[in-house]
């Protein structure tokens, strides 16, 4: 699973309940881009969340 090159974050893990109280195992992925963006004047593809995408912390190429 991919994991965000800014932040950190990747998948999330815990335990699914039915209505019935019946329990199994969940896992949650966040919503990870691949996006193209400068590094130290340069190009290059990195995978980053969402989120830092929206609040800026990441400058598209």
Do not use: D
């Not at 090159?5 to 999330?12: D, N, S, T, V």
């Not at 980053?48 to 995408?53: A, E, R």
Request: proline fraction near 2%; include cysteine; hydrophobic fraction near 30%.
């Amino acid at each position: 699973m991919a994991r965000c090159a800014i932040c950190g974050k990747g998948a999330h893990f815990g335990i699914k309940v039915s209505h019935s109280h019946r329990r199994s195992n969940k896992m949650w992925k966040s919503n990870i881009k691949k996006v193209k963006v400068n590094k130290n004047g340069t190009p290059q593809k990195i995978y980053v969340c969402t989120s830092c995408l929206r609040s800026g912390l990441v400058e598209r190429a």
